[in-house]
């Protein structure tokens, strides 16, 4: 059975991520403040949670596509344990407000990336975004980032 995955912030990226997670695996929730922004991704089967609380807790796994990382704080404040959760932080923010959020536990990852790409495109395009994951924790002075 797949994964199920929660995509958090419904703009123009949320939205196109959400509709592929539910093209490859048919199983995304998904929650946006204004509602309405959900509608066309619930007609086609996403799972539409009527808080920032409540889509962390359907999946092991989610995405936050919000504008910066204050307003990711406040979203996921009410969330009182994301022990065990693979956060995708794909908001604006500085170095130190990743290394931040971090200690708080909030870890992005770039395996759910591999996965999806071998679901997609098979096993040349999962070493590819491997490669690239390599990369990203280079980059950013990590040995590495752990999969998912």
Same mark, same amino acid.
């Given at each position: 059975?797949? !994964?199920?995955?929660? +995509?958090?912030?419904?703009?123009?990226?949320?939205?196109?991520?959400?509709?592929?997670?539910?093209?490859?695996?048919? $199983?995304?929730?998904?929650?946006?403040?204004?509602?309405?922004?959900?509608?066309?991704?619930?007609?086609?089967?996403?799972?539409?949670?009527?808080?920032?609380?409540?889509?962390?807790?359907?999946?092991?796994?989610?995405?936050? @596509?919000?504008?910066?990382?204050?307003?990711?704080?406040?979203?996921?404040?009410? @969330?009182?344990?994301?022990?065990? %959760?693979?956060?995708? !932080?794909?908001?604006?923010?500085?170095?130190?407000?990743?290394?931040?959020? %971090?200690?708080?536990?909030? +870890?992005?990852? @770039?395996?759910?990336?591999? $996965?999806?790409?071998? !679901? $997609? /495109?098979?096993?040349?395009?999962?070493?590819?975004? /491997?490669?690239? $994951?390599?990369?990203?924790?280079? !980059? @950013?002075?990590?040995?590495?980032?752990?999969?998912?």
């Amino acid at each position: 059975m797949a !994964q199920r995955i929660s +995509v958090l912030g419904l703009g123009n990226m949320g939205t196109a991520l959400a509709r592929t997670v539910l093209s490859l695996s048919g $199983r995304v929730t998904v929650w946006n403040r204004t509602p309405a922004k959900a509608a066309t991704l619930v007609a086609a089967g996403a799972t539409l949670a009527a808080s920032a609380e409540e889509a962390v807790a359907a999946s092991d796994v989610f995405v936050v @596509c919000v504008g910066n990382y204050d307003q990711t704080n406040h979203m996921l404040s009410p @969330c009182a344990d994301l022990s065990g %959760k693979t956060l995708l !932080q794909l908001s604006s923010g500085t170095p130190e407000e990743a290394a931040e959020a %971090k200690t708080r536990g909030q +870890v992005s990852t @770039c395996g759910l990336l591999q $996965r999806l790409a071998e !679901q $997609r /495109h098979g096993a040349d395009a999962g070493r590819a975004a /491997h490669a690239q $994951r390599s990369a990203v924790s280079q !980059q @950013c002075g990590e040995r590495d980032i752990a999969r998912s």
